[in-house]
């Protein structure tokens, strides 16, 4: 009987002692963060999405090589003799044309295993965090700077440029043989077409 | 009151019936409800140290008014399992249980819908019209959480109806009425005279009522919350365990009836305790109208401090639903067999005892 | 194109303001569906608890499908589930939208290329409204995302379709 | 007070259509549930008959108890949706011929008697004099009863426990 009353009175005070605690809770001033107006101290090395400086970047696929989600697309073409690339802010020259360098967002996990390996620190984690869009297709980073028609220009001059440095080795190939065999006249001309088939090899 | 004004008004008795049938629906029912909602959300985020509702109006205040527009142009879903005559009728059952209510609460000594003498025991009756619209909407629903939802909550309501009538028995024996006007306009003037105190007895009797009182008021607060569904009875809509119990397959305009109803049927439980145990539309101070000789004053005075009452209760039903945890069912019918109808029962007796003195 | 359908595509000034209140309610309360899957759950709770408080925006966790506008795909979709997801959806009425949260939802995360069990991407079940991107994305992006959301309501219209 | 009229045809049509649905209805739930229309519909016309203590009585006991009792056995029986309930004898003929006299009988009386229209009063709460007549006249009878339910709750209570 004592047992009954008890229970019921412990019931009933601990029940107020929780209402206590409520009630105070009631006039605390709450700690919502209002985020539209406010936004919130980050801290550092917060991790989010990653930026490219493209000045920077000298095409060596580190980054996407590291990437455990490869979620970094790189294509890079070889310049051409006469263009002038210019240089990284730590001093190395560049010689590749970047003219694909997507990062997929969608499919990114944020990780940062992709900044480490990067020799010019061209690409890091900035702080922003509002990016979401209403298709996918939006989150696909393209951050070559090159425009559409001057990567297929870098393109087509590469292969002009391929395509003529071949023609220009086939010529001294073929210069050279026929200096060979001018040197060696008294030779047999059945082997003068040997160096030139080897030169289609390499290519 | 209001019907004889009307009447004297229009000449037409349908007509004021009409509109006094109407009367409680929109001056009170709905805008209490919206206000309810925010209240709620306000409260829980407040406890919580969250802002609640901030974006809709100023600090949200007209964040129900867009739910209940969003609900209105959602779309009314049906499934196809459904038996569809009884799922379209449940959530009318069980608002109508919850208006009817409303028919016999005195708001204020001139706004009364009904002064029948049966005011108590006929609230308690229609409530069994909740239940069976409750039960409707699970058996109709065809799914199993909420046909469990709506057994549990029948079960439930029952169970605590009965500490809830006793506890209404004993004030009968004390006051010898059964009918809230009355009840209310025994507990006049100031606050020593309401029924937590004592009610209107003198001497040693008053004294020996007291402590009854305190008990009783408690026990009937804890079996009517039980019966209106809220935490820490709510066990029928029990999220974690069955989806949102008898309304899970509601959706759009019927969900919002039943929305209403829940919380008409807060106000509901909290105006009866207020009336039973605190004065009903009575001011604890007397009124501000008759002392300074504007008597036309005085039932406004009255609504002001009966929904005053009911808001309070309301808001300590709120305040209870943020505190406590969820009951487990054995829980809660031994909450129910063990604690509250013994206690109930023995309050009975010692009042009969002491209104023999 | 019937006669009434000419002059409501006109967009007569009781159809615009019509219009402009319904979507007003729409964005202003958008109940979610309590329905989280992975990692990005977490940060889905922790986005209406106490600190960023999803009610402010009037979102609140709703138990059943029935009565909620907005369904968070937060985490993994896994082949399993992902027939669940699209059950869940079916059971939403109309209207109602979709956030993708987090890299696994959106194209199927670090699973895209070699995941055998998951989803590569959950808008292959579902239409999709907003992407929110992160792994996971704290709740100010998801905060922002159900902002982008309530935008993209604000502009849509009774008579013309938002494709 | 032609309100009270129409409430009253009101209050009829609900019991007598729901009774009627209640008796045809295939679904055993169905007619469980029309069963509180019908019982609501009788509450009804029991106010406007000035008896309001046996309407609240009514309410509470059969809508409240009874009919609740009613549902939840109805629903627990497994597959009582799918059964046709139908009894295995049909006897039309004698039926038929009851019902026939049956309502030969009472349209009889109905139509030879005189019915005698009153103005009634305006019905004055029962409930008081209910109460002192149940404790002074019929107090014997009250008691009786008492111990009777009495009696076969102890008697359902130990069923239970066996």
Redesign the interface.
């Known amino acids: 009987m004592r047992d009954y009353f008890l229970k019921?009175w412990e019931g009933?005070y601990t029940?107020m002692i929780?209402?206590k605690?409520?009630?105070r809770?009631?006039?605390?001033?709450?700690?919502?963060?209002?985020?539209?107006t406010v936004?919130?101290q980050l801290p550092e090395r917060e991790r989010?999405?990653l930026y490219v400086n493209m000045d920077d970047c000298i095409g060596c696929d580190q980054c996407s090589r590291a990437c455990?989600?490869?979620c970094i697309e790189i294509e890079t073409v070889k310049s051409t003799p006469g263009d002038d690339l210019g240089k990284t802010s730590n001093g190395k020259k560049k010689a590749l044309w970047v003219t694909k360098f997507d990062i997929?967002?969608?499919?990114?996990?944020?990780?940062e295993l992709c900044v480490p390996p990067c020799p010019t620190d061209c690409i890091y984690m900035t702080d922003v965090?509002?990016?979401?869009?209403?298709?996918?297709d939006s989150?696909l980073y393209d951050f070559a700077t090159l425009t559409q028609e001057e990567r297929e220009i870098k393109k087509k001059n590469f292969k002009e440029f391929q395509v003529k440095k071949e023609a220009e080795k086939a010529a001294a190939a073929k210069k050279a043989a026929e200096a060979k065999a001018a040197a060696q006249k008294e030779k047999p001309n059945a082997k003068t077409d040997k160096p030139t088939d080897d030169k289609k090899g390499t290519d | 009151m209001i019907y004889e004004w009307l009447y004297n008004i229009t000449g037409s008795s349908i007509l004021s019936m009409f509109v006094v049938s109407l009367l409680p629906l929109f001056v009170f029912i709905l805008p209490f409800a919206l206000l309810a909602v925010l209240a709620e959300r306000k409260?829980s985020?407040?406890?919580?140290?969250?802002?609640g509702p901030?974006r809709v109006g100023y600090h949200g205040i007209l964040q129900t008014v867009a739910d209940i527009i969003k609900l209105l142009q959602k779309e009314d879903l049906v499934p196809a399992a459904t038996d569809k005559k009884l799922f379209n009728f449940a959530p009318l059952l069980v608002f109508a249980g919850s208006y009817a209510v409303f028919a016999a609460i005195p708001f204020s000594s001139i706004f009364i819908g009904s002064q029948i003498q049966l005011g108590i025991i006929y609230i308690v009756a229609v409530t069994g019209l909740v239940v069976a619209g409750i039960l409707m909407a699970g058996w109709a629903s065809n799914n199993k959480y909420s046909l469990l939802g709506a057994m549990r909550s029948a079960a439930q309501i029952i169970s605590y109806e009965i500490p809830t009538l006793l506890i209404i028995l004993t004030i009968i024996m004390i006051t010898g009425t059964l009918s809230l006007y009355t009840l209310s306009e025994l507990q006049t003037s100031y606050f020593w005279n309401w029924m937590i105190l004592g009610g209107p007895a003198t001497g040693l009797q008053k004294i020996l009522y007291i402590p009854l009182m305190i008990i009783g008021c408690?026990v009937i607060y804890i079996s009517t919350l039980a019966e209106v569904n809220r935490t820490p009875f709510d066990i029928p809509e029990a999220e974690s365990e069955l989806v949102s119990g008898y309304h899970t397959e509601y959706s759009g305009m019927k969900f919002a009836m039943f929305f209403l109803a829940e919380y008409a049927n807060m106000f509901a439980v909290s105006a009866i305790v207020a009336i039973i145990f605190f004065g009903g539309y009575q001011s604890p101070f007397g009124y501000l109208g008759n002392a300074i000789g504007l008597h036309w004053l005085v039932p406004i005075e009255q609504f002001f401090w009966f929904t005053a009452k009911g808001l309070f209760f309301v808001f300590v039903q709120m305040?209870?639903r943020?505190?406590?945890p969820r009951f487990r069912v054995d829980q809660l019918m031994a909450f129910c067999w063990k604690?509250l109808i013994p206690?109930s029962f023995v309050i009975l007796l010692l009042a009969g005892l002491i209104s023999l003195i | 194109m019937g006669i009434l359908d000419k002059e409501f595509s006109e967009g007569n000034i009781v159809i615009a303001k019509t219009d402009d209140l319904f979507n007003w309610a729409r964005l202003s309360s958008l109940w979610q569906v309590g329905f989280g899957l992975a990692c990005c759950a977490i940060e889905m709770m922790a986005t209406s608890a106490?600190?960023?408080?999803f009610d402010?925006f009037g979102v609140i966790p709703r138990p059943s499908p029935r009565q909620s506008d907005i369904i968070i795909i937060s985490g993994t979709v896994t082949l399993k589930m992902a027939t669940r997801i699209k059950r869940l959806y079916e059971q939403m009425p109309d209207p109602k939208y979709v956030i993708s949260m987090g890299?696994c939802a959106?194209?199927?995360?670090?699973y895209?290329?070699h995941g055998y069990h998951v989803l590569k991407?959950v808008?292959r079940v579902i239409p999709?409204?907003?992407?929110?991107?992160?792994?996971p994305?704290?709740?100010?992006?998801l905060?922002?995302?159900l902002?982008?959301l309530q935008e993209?309501v604000r502009n849509e219209s009774m008579i013309k379709k938002s494709a | 007070m032609e309100i009270y009229d129409i409430i009253f045809y009101l209050f009829a049509a609900i019991t007598l259509l729901s009774a009627f649905f209640v008796v045809t209805s295939r679904n055993i739930v169905h007619a469980a549930f029309y069963l509180l229309f019908t019982f609501f519909g009788v509450t009804g016309i029991y106010v406007l008959l000035g008896a309001d203590f046996v309407a609240i009585v009514q309410l509470i006991v059969y809508v409240g108890g009874i009919l609740i009792l009613l549902i939840f056995g109805v629903m627990i029986t497994n597959k009582i949706t799918q059964v046709d309930i139908k009894t295995g004898t049909v006897h039309t003929l004698p039926a038929a011929i009851g019902v026939g006299l049956f309502t030969g009988i009472v349209g009889a009386v109905i139509l030879n008697t005189e019915w005698r229209i009153v103005d009634s009063p305006m019905p004055v709460a029962t409930l008081s004099t209910l109460g002192e007549m149940l404790l002074t006249e019929y107090v014997l009878i009250f008691e009786l009863l008492g111990i009777l339910l009495l009696v076969a709750l102890i008697g359902a209570a130990s069923m239970a426990r066996k």
């Open positions: 019921f009933l029940i929780g209402m605690v409520t009630f809770h009631l006039f605390v001033p709450s700690v919502t963060i209002q985020y539209p936004k919130p989010n999405r455990p989600v490869s997929d967002f969608a499919k990114c996990c944020y990780c965090y509002e990016f979401s869009e209403f298709e996918r989150l | 409260v985020a407040h406890m919580q140290d969250r802002l901030m408690l305040w209870l943020w505190t406590l604690y206690i | 106490s600190h960023y408080d402010r890299s959106n194209c199927g995360g670090p895209w290329e991407g808008d999709v409204d907003v992407y929110v991107p992160g792994c994305p704290r709740p100010e992006a905060l922002e995302g902002m982008k993209k």
